[in-house]
C-alpha cells in the first residue's frame, strides 16, 4: 500500500473519534516509530511503498487507539523536558504541566549550590526526578514509588537518559520518618478525586494506572498531608517543597501547608489553572 493510501485509510477509521489534527499526530509519530519517517519525509514521500509487515503494525496500533489507548504507551514512549522516556501502563504519562513543575524547581537552583539533595516521592515514569537530576550538576537524587513495575521503568529511563537516581520502593502513606535530609522534596501524587472522574477522558480512565491518580472524595488531600508531615522534619535550612495539585484544591492545599508551618506559594500553568505549589518553612 502507497503511504498515502495509508494515511487516508488511517484518517478515515479514526475521525468520529479524534479530531483531525489529533489523528494526524498519531499518524505521525506512528510513522517516525515504525518507518523511521519524520512528518517532512512523510509528505516528501507519498509514493512510499509500505510493506505488508509494517500495514499489520499500523493495524494493531489503529485498534488500540479505537479503544482510546494513549499513542504514547503504542508506541511504548513520549517525550518530558526535552527527553525520551520509556512508558507503559505501569506508570502514567508525563503531562506538559509536570514539565512546567520541573522548570519552576530548575528555576529557582539555577545558582544553587552544588551537591543538593533531591527527593521525588511518587516517580512514577522517574520523569521528575530524572529531569532534575539531568540539568542539576552534581545533585543527588533519589525517588519512592509504591509499584515495583512502575520503578522498573524508572530505571530503565534514568540509565537510556544517562543519569544517576537511587530509587526505593516506598508506601510513603506508611512512612513514619525520612532516612536522610534533603533540600528538594517535589511531588506530583495522586490527587483526582472519585467526582472529578466524569471531566476524564476515556485514554485516562481505562488505561492510566489507577493507584497513581486517584484518592477518595473525602480524603483528597492524604498524600500532601503525608508528604507535608513528613518534609517539615526532613527539609535541610533553606529546604523546598513543591508540588503538582488539582486546581480544584489550591487553596484548600496552600492552607493546609500553612497550618504544617510552611509558607506557601501558588503558581498557574499555561492554561492560567492553579496546578503547582512551593512550600518553605518560616
Same mark, same amino acid.
Given at each position: 500500500? +502507497?503511504?498515502?493510501?495509508?494515511?487516508?485509510?488511517?484518517?478515515?477509521?479514526?475521525?468520529?473519534?479524534?479530531?483531525?489534527?489529533?489523528?494526524? !499526530?498519531?499518524?505521525? $509519530?506512528l510513522?517516525?516509530?515504525? %518507518?523511521?519517517? &519524520? *512528518?517532512?519525509?512523510?509528505? %516528501?514521500?507519498?509514493?512510499?511503498?509500505?510493506? =505488508? =509487515?509494517?500495514?499489520? $503494525?499500523?493495524?494493531?496500533?489503529?485498534?488500540? +487507539?479505537?479503544?482510546?489507548?494513549?499513542?504514547? /504507551?503504542?508506541?511504548?514512549?513520549?517525550?518530558? /523536558?526535552?527527553?525520551?522516556?520509556?512508558?507503559? &501502563?505501569n506508570?502514567?504519562?508525563?503531562?506538559?504541566?509536570?514539565?512546567?513543575?520541573?522548570?519552576?524547581? %530548575?528555576?529557582?537552583?539555577?545558582?544553587?549550590?552544588?551537591?543538593?539533595?533531591?527527593?521525588?516521592?511518587g516517580?512514577?515514569?522517574?520523569?521528575?526526578?530524572?529531569?532534575?537530576?539531568?540539568?542539576?550538576?552534581?545533585?543527588?537524587a533519589?525517588?519512592?514509588?509504591?509499584? !515495583?513495575?512502575?520503578? @522498573?521503568?524508572?530505571?530503565?529511563?534514568?540509565? =537510556?537518559?544517562?543519569?544517576?537516581? =537511587?530509587?526505593?520502593?516506598?508506601?510513603?502513606?506508611q512512612?513514619?520518618?525520612?532516612?536522610?535530609?534533603?533540600?528538594?522534596?517535589?511531588?506530583?501524587?495522586?490527587?483526582?478525586r472519585?467526582? @472529578?472522574?466524569?471531566?476524564?477522558?476515556?485514554?485516562?480512565?481505562?488505561?492510566?494506572?489507577?493507584?497513581?491518580? /486517584?484518592?477518595?472524595?473525602? #480524603?483528597? $488531600?492524604?498524600?500532601?498531608?503525608?508528604?507535608a508531615?513528613?518534609?517539615?522534619?526532613?527539609?535541610?535550612?533553606?529546604?523546598?517543597? /513543591?508540588?503538582?495539585?488539582?486546581?480544584?484544591?489550591?487553596?484548600?492545599?496552600?492552607?493546609?501547608?500553612?497550618?504544617?508551618?510552611?509558607?506557601?506559594?501558588?503558581?498557574?500553568?499555561?492554561?492560567? #489553572?492553579? *496546578?503547582? $505549589?512551593?512550600?518553605? *518553612?518560616?
Amino acid at each position: 500500500m +502507497l503511504l498515502s493510501h495509508l494515511k487516508m485509510q488511517f484518517i478515515d477509521q479514526l475521525k468520529d473519534e479524534f479530531p483531525t489534527t489529533e489523528i494526524e !499526530s498519531f499518524f505521525h $509519530l506512528l510513522t517516525e516509530k515504525y %518507518l523511521g519517517m &519524520r *512528518r517532512i519525509d512523510v509528505a %516528501l514521500n507519498t509514493g512510499y511503498e509500505v510493506s =505488508e =509487515e509494517d500495514e499489520l $503494525l499500523f493495524e494493531k496500533a489503529l485498534k488500540r +487507539l479505537k479503544d482510546h489507548e494513549p499513542v504514547q /504507551y503504542i508506541i511504548g514512549e513520549t517525550e518530558f /523536558y526535552g527527553m525520551k522516556f520509556k512508558v507503559n &501502563r505501569n506508570v502514567l504519562i508525563p503531562r506538559p504541566e509536570t514539565e512546567e513543575l520541573v522548570d519552576w524547581v %530548575l528555576k529557582d537552583h539555577e545558582d544553587g549550590k552544588p551537591g543538593l539533595k533531591i527527593l521525588d516521592i511518587g516517580t512514577g515514569s522517574g520523569c521528575i526526578a530524572i529531569s532534575l537530576a539531568k540539568e542539576i550538576a552534581d545533585c543527588k537524587a533519589m525517588a519512592f514509588d509504591i509499584s !515495583s513495575k512502575a520503578l @522498573e521503568m524508572a530505571k530503565i529511563n534514568a540509565e =537510556e537518559n544517562e543519569v544517576d537516581v =537511587e530509587f526505593q520502593e516506598v508506601d510513603i502513606l506508611q512512612k513514619e520518618k525520612l532516612d536522610d535530609f534533603y533540600d528538594i522534596i517535589v511531588s506530583n501524587p495522586p490527587y483526582v478525586r472519585e467526582l @472529578e472522574k466524569k471531566e476524564m477522558h476515556k485514554n485516562v480512565l481505562n488505561h492510566e494506572p489507577t493507584q497513581a491518580l /486517584y484518592v477518595e472524595d473525602s #480524603n483528597a $488531600l492524604v498524600f500532601y498531608e503525608k508528604i507535608a508531615a513528613l518534609a517539615k522534619d526532613s527539609l535541610r535550612e533553606n529546604g523546598v517543597l /513543591y508540588f503538582e495539585i488539582n486546581q480544584y484544591l489550591a487553596e484548600e492545599t496552600k492552607k493546609m501547608l500553612e497550618n504544617f508551618g510552611f509558607e506557601a506559594e501558588l503558581k498557574k500553568d499555561i492554561f492560567e #489553572n492553579y *496546578r503547582m $505549589l512551593k512550600a518553605k *518553612r518560616k
